[in-house]
Protein backbone atom coordinates (compact mmCIF):
# COMPACT_ATOMS: atom_id res chain seq x y z
CA UNK A 1 0.00 0.00 0.00
CA UNK A 2 1.81 3.40 -1.12
CA UNK A 3 1.78 5.85 1.77
CA UNK A 4 0.14 9.08 0.85
CA UNK A 5 2.44 12.37 0.07
CA UNK A 6 2.35 14.95 3.44
CA UNK A 7 0.32 18.08 2.25
CA UNK A 8 3.22 20.43 2.69
CA UNK A 9 5.05 18.00 0.02
CA UNK A 10 1.94 18.07 -2.02
CA UNK A 11 1.32 21.93 -2.03
CA UNK A 12 4.81 22.09 -2.75
CA UNK A 13 5.11 20.01 -6.16
CA UNK A 14 1.69 21.90 -7.56
CA UNK A 15 3.46 25.26 -7.20
CA UNK A 16 6.43 24.05 -9.04
CA UNK A 17 3.80 22.72 -11.65
CA UNK A 18 2.23 26.31 -11.71
CA UNK A 19 5.38 27.90 -12.01
CA UNK A 20 6.57 25.82 -14.89
CA UNK A 21 3.26 26.49 -16.65
CA UNK A 22 3.43 30.06 -15.75
CA UNK A 23 7.21 30.21 -17.22
CA UNK A 24 6.23 28.27 -20.17
CA UNK A 25 2.99 30.72 -21.07
CA UNK A 26 5.00 33.66 -20.75
CA UNK A 27 7.67 32.62 -23.22
CA UNK A 28 4.71 31.69 -25.73
CA UNK A 29 3.39 35.21 -25.68
CA UNK A 30 7.05 36.58 -26.11
CA UNK A 31 6.35 35.44 -29.38
CA UNK A 32 3.13 37.33 -30.14
CA UNK A 33 3.68 40.67 -28.63
CA UNK A 34 4.78 40.32 -25.14
CA UNK A 35 8.38 40.30 -23.61
CA UNK A 36 10.05 37.39 -22.60
CA UNK A 37 9.71 38.38 -19.06
CA UNK A 38 5.99 38.92 -19.04
CA UNK A 39 6.45 42.65 -17.65
CA UNK A 40 4.94 43.73 -20.67
CA UNK A 41 2.97 43.79 -24.12
CA UNK A 42 3.62 45.31 -27.82
CA UNK A 43 0.63 44.13 -28.65
CA UNK A 44 -1.88 47.15 -29.96
CA UNK A 45 0.85 49.48 -29.08
CA UNK A 46 1.41 52.75 -31.87
CA UNK A 47 4.59 53.55 -33.29
CA UNK A 48 5.90 56.03 -35.64
CA UNK A 49 9.39 55.43 -37.20
CA UNK A 50 11.13 56.21 -40.25
CA UNK A 51 12.87 54.30 -43.28
CA UNK A 52 15.24 55.37 -45.45
CA UNK A 53 17.03 54.19 -48.57
CA UNK A 54 20.54 55.07 -46.81
CA UNK A 55 19.21 52.52 -44.03
CA UNK A 56 18.72 49.05 -45.74
CA UNK A 57 18.01 47.77 -42.19
CA UNK A 58 15.24 50.04 -41.48
CA UNK A 59 13.73 48.99 -45.72
CA UNK A 60 14.09 44.94 -44.50
CA UNK A 61 12.55 45.63 -41.62
CA UNK A 62 9.56 47.31 -43.05
CA UNK A 63 9.53 44.44 -46.11
CA UNK A 64 9.26 41.52 -44.17
CA UNK A 65 6.51 43.19 -41.67
CA UNK A 66 8.08 41.97 -38.84
CA UNK A 67 6.67 45.21 -36.09
CA UNK A 68 3.25 44.29 -37.11
CA UNK A 69 3.14 40.71 -36.55
CA UNK A 70 3.86 41.44 -33.09
CA UNK A 71 0.66 43.37 -33.05
CA UNK A 72 2.16 46.59 -33.34
CA UNK A 73 0.43 49.41 -35.08
CA UNK A 74 3.73 51.12 -37.24
CA UNK A 75 3.34 54.20 -39.14
CA UNK A 76 6.13 54.68 -41.38
CA UNK A 77 7.10 57.69 -42.02
CA UNK A 78 10.13 58.29 -44.89
CA UNK A 79 13.52 60.30 -43.90
CA UNK A 80 14.98 61.86 -47.28
CA UNK A 81 18.05 62.44 -45.63
CA UNK A 82 19.34 63.03 -41.33
CA UNK A 83 18.00 66.76 -41.39
CA UNK A 84 14.23 65.44 -42.11
CA UNK A 85 14.85 62.97 -39.83
CA UNK A 86 16.24 65.20 -36.78
CA UNK A 87 13.28 67.27 -38.17
CA UNK A 88 10.69 64.89 -37.62
CA UNK A 89 12.26 63.04 -34.11
CA UNK A 90 12.40 66.97 -32.95
CA UNK A 91 8.62 67.86 -33.58
CA UNK A 92 7.32 64.51 -32.01
CA UNK A 93 6.50 63.14 -36.05
CA UNK A 94 8.78 59.84 -35.36
CA UNK A 95 9.93 57.80 -32.20
CA UNK A 96 12.75 56.39 -33.55
CA UNK A 97 14.46 57.74 -36.79
CA UNK A 98 17.95 57.06 -38.81
CA UNK A 99 20.65 59.58 -39.26
CA UNK A 100 24.03 59.70 -39.70
CA UNK A 101 26.00 59.66 -36.29
CA UNK A 102 27.46 63.44 -37.04
CA UNK A 103 23.74 64.76 -37.48
CA UNK A 104 22.77 63.09 -34.26
CA UNK A 105 25.13 64.93 -32.53
CA UNK A 106 24.58 68.25 -33.80
CA UNK A 107 21.06 67.56 -33.11
CA UNK A 108 21.27 66.82 -29.21
CA UNK A 109 24.05 69.41 -29.07
CA UNK A 110 21.54 71.87 -30.17
CA UNK A 111 18.90 70.69 -27.74
CA UNK A 112 16.90 67.77 -29.24
CA UNK A 113 16.19 65.54 -26.57
CA UNK A 114 17.47 62.46 -28.73
CA UNK A 115 19.56 59.13 -27.63
CA UNK A 116 21.27 56.34 -29.81
CA UNK A 117 19.81 53.41 -29.22
CA UNK A 118 21.57 51.10 -31.96
CA UNK A 119 24.37 51.19 -35.22
CA UNK A 120 22.82 49.88 -38.31
CA UNK A 121 26.23 50.64 -40.37
CA UNK A 122 29.55 51.58 -40.99
CA UNK A 123 28.98 53.11 -44.66
CA UNK A 124 31.00 54.52 -47.20
CA UNK A 125 28.03 56.22 -48.21
CA UNK A 126 29.61 59.80 -48.56
CA UNK A 127 31.89 61.60 -51.15
CA UNK A 128 32.55 64.57 -53.85
CA UNK A 129 31.32 64.05 -56.63
CA UNK A 130 31.77 65.76 -60.10
CA UNK A 131 29.13 65.57 -63.56
CA UNK A 132 29.99 63.76 -66.43
CA UNK A 133 32.76 65.63 -68.51
CA UNK A 134 33.94 68.03 -65.46
CA UNK A 135 37.41 69.25 -65.20
CA UNK A 136 37.17 68.67 -61.49
CA UNK A 137 39.46 65.78 -60.31
CA UNK A 138 40.45 67.19 -56.81
CA UNK A 139 39.34 69.15 -53.93
CA UNK A 140 41.84 71.96 -54.54
CA UNK A 141 39.84 72.92 -57.42
CA UNK A 142 36.79 73.68 -55.46
CA UNK A 143 38.62 76.99 -54.94
CA UNK A 144 35.34 79.57 -56.00
CA UNK A 145 33.02 76.75 -57.28
CA UNK A 146 29.49 75.83 -56.40
CA UNK A 147 29.04 72.58 -54.31
CA UNK A 148 25.40 71.02 -53.66
CA UNK A 149 25.19 69.84 -50.31
CA UNK A 150 22.67 69.07 -47.76
CA UNK A 151 23.68 70.86 -44.35
CA UNK A 152 22.95 68.79 -40.97
CA UNK A 153 23.76 65.61 -42.69
CA UNK A 154 27.14 63.64 -43.01
CA UNK A 155 27.97 64.66 -47.15
CA UNK A 156 28.19 67.98 -45.48
CA UNK A 157 30.31 67.54 -42.93
CA UNK A 158 32.28 65.37 -45.28
CA UNK A 159 32.81 68.01 -47.22
CA UNK A 160 33.76 70.22 -44.47
CA UNK A 161 36.46 67.67 -43.47
CA UNK A 162 37.63 67.39 -47.05
CA UNK A 163 38.31 71.07 -48.04
CA UNK A 164 40.27 71.03 -44.36
CA UNK A 165 42.47 68.30 -45.63
CA UNK A 166 43.25 69.91 -48.62
CA UNK A 167 44.40 73.24 -47.34
CA UNK A 168 40.44 75.03 -48.07
CA UNK A 169 37.56 75.96 -45.89
CA UNK A 170 33.64 76.60 -46.26
CA UNK A 171 34.54 79.85 -47.08
CA UNK A 172 36.42 78.98 -50.13
CA UNK A 173 33.15 77.61 -52.04
CA UNK A 174 29.60 78.37 -52.01
CA UNK A 175 27.33 75.90 -50.84
CA UNK A 176 24.05 75.22 -52.29
CA UNK A 177 21.94 73.95 -49.72
CA UNK A 178 19.83 71.24 -51.32
CA UNK A 179 18.29 67.83 -50.33
CA UNK A 180 20.21 64.82 -52.03
CA UNK A 181 18.51 64.17 -54.90
CA UNK A 182 18.24 68.10 -55.40
CA UNK A 183 22.03 67.91 -55.37
CA UNK A 184 22.00 65.65 -57.97
CA UNK A 185 19.75 66.95 -59.61
CA UNK A 186 21.23 70.90 -59.60
CA UNK A 187 24.59 68.55 -60.64
CA UNK A 188 22.65 67.26 -63.63
CA UNK A 189 21.64 70.63 -65.29
CA UNK A 190 24.98 72.69 -64.51
CA UNK A 191 23.73 74.75 -61.35
CA UNK A 192 26.58 73.48 -58.94
CA UNK A 193 30.44 72.27 -59.97
CA UNK A 194 30.12 69.71 -56.95
CA UNK A 195 27.95 67.83 -55.12
CA UNK A 196 28.82 66.09 -51.60
CA UNK A 197 26.99 63.04 -52.86
CA UNK A 198 24.80 60.63 -50.56
CA UNK A 199 24.07 56.69 -51.64
CA UNK A 200 21.78 55.28 -53.40
CA UNK A 201 21.55 58.41 -55.19
CA UNK A 202 25.15 58.79 -55.37
CA UNK A 203 25.76 55.28 -56.82
CA UNK A 204 23.35 55.86 -59.50
CA UNK A 205 25.08 59.02 -60.26
CA UNK A 206 28.45 57.02 -61.19
CA UNK A 207 25.84 54.53 -63.19
CA UNK A 208 25.37 57.83 -65.31
CA UNK A 209 28.72 59.19 -65.85
CA UNK A 210 29.56 60.66 -62.69
CA UNK A 211 33.18 60.44 -61.10
CA UNK A 212 33.71 60.20 -57.52
CA UNK A 213 36.75 62.62 -57.47
CA UNK A 214 37.47 62.45 -53.88
CA UNK A 215 36.70 59.70 -51.23
CA UNK A 216 38.03 58.92 -47.32
CA UNK A 217 35.72 56.38 -45.48
CA UNK A 218 37.30 57.77 -42.26
CA UNK A 219 35.21 60.86 -42.90
CA UNK A 220 32.20 59.01 -43.15
CA UNK A 221 30.33 58.80 -39.59
CA UNK A 222 28.41 55.54 -38.41
CA UNK A 223 24.67 55.07 -39.42
CA UNK A 224 22.49 55.88 -35.93
CA UNK A 225 19.60 54.71 -34.81
CA UNK A 226 17.91 57.42 -32.68
CA UNK A 227 15.25 57.88 -30.14
CA UNK A 228 13.07 60.56 -28.13
CA UNK A 229 13.86 59.89 -24.82
CA UNK A 230 10.22 60.36 -23.69
CA UNK A 231 9.60 57.22 -25.95
CA UNK A 232 12.59 55.73 -24.42
CA UNK A 233 11.20 56.31 -20.72
CA UNK A 234 7.35 55.75 -21.61
CA UNK A 235 7.51 52.82 -23.72
CA UNK A 236 11.08 50.60 -23.47
CA UNK A 237 9.58 47.33 -24.17
CA UNK A 238 8.69 48.95 -27.90
CA UNK A 239 11.79 50.07 -27.73
CA UNK A 240 13.44 46.66 -27.14
CA UNK A 241 11.07 45.52 -29.99
CA UNK A 242 12.53 48.02 -32.75
CA UNK A 243 16.56 47.22 -31.78
CA UNK A 244 15.42 43.55 -31.64
CA UNK A 245 13.99 43.84 -35.87
CA UNK A 246 17.13 45.61 -36.04
CA UNK A 247 19.25 43.18 -34.59
CA UNK A 248 17.26 40.29 -36.73
CA UNK A 249 18.00 42.47 -40.10
CA UNK A 250 21.42 42.46 -39.76
CA UNK A 251 21.47 38.90 -39.65
CA UNK A 252 18.74 38.07 -42.08
CA UNK A 253 20.88 41.03 -44.64
CA UNK A 254 24.09 38.90 -44.28
CA UNK A 255 22.43 35.49 -45.05
CA UNK A 256 20.40 37.33 -48.05
CA UNK A 257 22.37 40.00 -49.56
CA UNK A 258 21.09 39.91 -53.23
CA UNK A 259 17.40 40.01 -51.56
CA UNK A 260 18.57 43.02 -49.91
CA UNK A 261 20.04 44.74 -52.68
CA UNK A 262 16.32 43.84 -54.58
CA UNK A 263 14.58 45.53 -51.48
CA UNK A 264 16.93 48.51 -51.78
CA UNK A 265 16.42 48.71 -55.41
CA UNK A 266 12.51 48.81 -55.26
CA UNK A 267 12.49 51.09 -52.30
CA UNK A 268 14.76 54.02 -54.22
CA UNK A 269 13.56 53.36 -57.51
CA UNK A 270 16.97 52.22 -59.04
CA UNK A 271 18.75 49.53 -61.07
CA UNK A 272 19.56 46.42 -59.27
CA UNK A 273 23.23 46.57 -60.07
CA UNK A 274 23.53 49.68 -58.41
CA UNK A 275 21.88 48.68 -55.67
CA UNK A 276 24.40 45.60 -55.52
CA UNK A 277 27.13 48.13 -55.72
CA UNK A 278 25.49 50.18 -52.89
CA UNK A 279 25.08 46.80 -50.50
CA UNK A 280 27.88 44.92 -51.32
CA UNK A 281 30.73 47.42 -51.78
CA UNK A 282 29.76 50.31 -49.50
CA UNK A 283 27.52 49.49 -46.61
CA UNK A 284 28.81 47.82 -43.83
CA UNK A 285 25.82 46.23 -42.21
CA UNK A 286 27.62 43.46 -40.08
CA UNK A 287 28.90 46.07 -37.63
CA UNK A 288 28.59 46.11 -34.41
CA UNK A 289 25.36 47.73 -32.93
CA UNK A 290 26.59 48.51 -29.82
CA UNK A 291 27.28 52.35 -29.80
CA UNK A 292 30.48 53.48 -27.86
CA UNK A 293 34.22 54.24 -28.18
CA UNK A 294 34.37 53.54 -32.00
CA UNK A 295 31.52 56.45 -32.97
CA UNK A 296 32.35 58.47 -30.17
CA UNK A 297 35.75 58.90 -31.63
CA UNK A 298 34.56 60.08 -34.90
CA UNK A 299 32.46 62.26 -33.93
CA UNK A 300 34.92 63.75 -31.51
CA UNK A 301 36.89 64.62 -34.95
CA UNK A 302 34.02 66.59 -36.22
CA UNK A 303 32.51 68.04 -33.11
CA UNK A 304 35.11 71.14 -33.27
CA UNK A 305 33.25 71.82 -36.56
CA UNK A 306 29.96 72.61 -35.55
CA UNK A 307 31.46 75.49 -33.18
CA UNK A 308 33.31 76.98 -35.83
CA UNK A 309 30.67 77.38 -38.44
CA UNK A 310 28.20 78.92 -35.60
CA UNK A 311 26.24 75.78 -35.73
CA UNK A 312 26.53 75.25 -32.53
CA UNK A 313 26.64 78.18 -29.76
CA UNK A 314 29.38 76.48 -27.63
CA UNK A 315 32.17 74.10 -27.15
CA UNK A 316 30.47 72.97 -23.86
CA UNK A 317 26.94 72.38 -26.01
CA UNK A 318 29.08 69.74 -27.48
CA UNK A 319 30.67 67.98 -25.04
CA UNK A 320 27.44 67.69 -22.95
CA UNK A 321 25.92 66.07 -26.24
CA UNK A 322 29.28 63.47 -26.21
CA UNK A 323 28.09 62.59 -22.75
CA UNK A 324 24.59 61.84 -23.24
CA UNK A 325 24.11 60.69 -26.58
CA UNK A 326 24.79 57.08 -26.00
CA UNK A 327 22.08 54.79 -24.49
CA UNK A 328 23.02 51.19 -25.15
CA UNK A 329 20.82 49.75 -22.75
CA UNK A 330 18.56 48.58 -24.77
CA UNK A 331 20.91 46.84 -27.62
CA UNK A 332 22.93 45.13 -24.92
CA UNK A 333 19.82 42.67 -24.30
CA UNK A 334 19.19 42.85 -28.13
CA UNK A 335 17.51 38.90 -29.33
CA UNK A 336 17.58 39.02 -32.71
CA UNK A 337 16.14 35.53 -32.60
CA UNK A 338 12.89 37.29 -31.53
CA UNK A 339 11.83 37.32 -35.18
CA UNK A 340 13.72 33.94 -36.29
CA UNK A 341 11.38 31.71 -37.63
Known sequence: MRTPAPRASLVALLAAVALILSACVSGENASSGETADGTGTVDGQVLDIDFATYNPLSLIIKDQRWLEAQGVEVNWVQSAGSNKANEALRAGAIDVGSTAGSAALLARSNGSPIQVIAIYSQPEWAALVAPAGS??????????????????????????????ANGLSAADVTVQNLQHADGWAALQNGSVDAWAGLDPIMAGAEQNGATLFYRDVDFNSYGFLNAREDFLNEKPELAQLVVDAYAAAAVWAAENPDETAQILADAAGIELPVAQKVINERSNLDVN?????????????????????????????????????VNDSFVKQADAARFRS
Do not use: H, M
Not at 146 to 161: M, R, S
Not at 308 to 318: A, H, I, K, P, Y
Open 135 to 164: DITDVAQLRGRNVAATKGTDPYFFLLQALE
Open 289 to 325: QVPGDAQLAVLEKIAPIFVDLGDVQSREQVDDALQTI
